[in-house]
């Protein structure tokens, strides 16, 4: 399978300050990505979809302003978490691929 | 009614057992469907896609049954290390890249 690969896989901030989190495609090419968050004992749901040289798309709910998504190459997106807050704190992982999705190995975010 | 619906869990079975997880969704225009497989903490990772005819991989079978929108997942003779939370995914925009939409999971512990 595609290879994606997620940096950093944990941090710790103090709340108020911005994180930011890089998805990249290793062995292929994506025009899109997918941000997705996890909390304890829940599903992962979807946050945005970011596609490449243009705006991201968020899901309802999701602060566009807070969560900040670039996607400047096809093999790199970022994902800022700006002000954060102890709320935010979370397992975030994204996604590649085409019909079958290849996950990154995670960020676990801590906000204090 | 949940898009997604899984098996409540946790099914605890013995090694060798043959365990099956059911899976439920709600959008009949659902076009893709997959079991992911997330151990704790980590990020989901593809187990096998499920076609209309039915695919086996080894111990796996997956099946897919449209009209009553409903997929399976049989493992059969369990091994320790298939401990893990199963995830039945469902990608409403067919042949294209779209967003995956997971069910909550299923969690399998197999005992000695």
């Known amino acids: 399978g595609a290879v994606v690969s997620q940096h950093p896989s944990w941090v710790i901030c103090k709340s108020g300050t911005s994180v930011k989190i890089e998805c990249r495609s290793l062995?292929?090419?994506?025009?899109?990505m997918f941000w997705y968050r996890q909390f304890p004992k829940q599903s992962l749901m979807l946050m945005a979809t970011s596609n490449e040289g243009s705006k991201a798309t968020y899901e309802q709910g999701v602060e566009k302003d807070k969560f900040l998504i670039n996607h400047a190459s096809l093999t790199l997106s970022t994902l800022t978490v700006t002000s954060a807050h102890p709320e935010d704190s979370s397992f975030y992982i994204c996604?590649?691929?085409?019909?079958?999705?290849?996950f990154g190995p995670g960020t676990r975010l801590t906000v204090t | 009614r949940k898009e997604v619906e899984q098996d409540p869990g946790p099914f605890n079975v013995p090694e060798g057992a043959t365990v099956a997880f059911n899976c439920t969704y709600s959008n009949s225009a659902s076009q893709s469907f997959f079991w992911y497989r997330q151990d704790c903490r980590k990020e989901p990772k593809l187990l096998m896609s499920v076609y209309s005819s039915g695919n086996e991989d080894g111990r796996f079978t997956a099946q897919l049954n449209r009209a009553s929108q409903y997929i399976s997942l049989l493992i059969r003779d369990s091994k320790l290390s298939d401990s893990a939370t199963y995830l039945c995914?469902?990608?409403?925009?067919?042949?294209?890249?779209?967003?995956?939409?997971f069910g909550k999971g299923t969690k399998l512990s197999v005992k000695p």
């Open positions: 996604s590649g691929g085409w019909l079958e999705q290849y």
């Open positions: 995914v469902v990608n409403t925009y067919g042949g294209s890249q779209g967003n995956l939409i």
């Open positions: 062995d292929f090419q994506a025009t899109t």
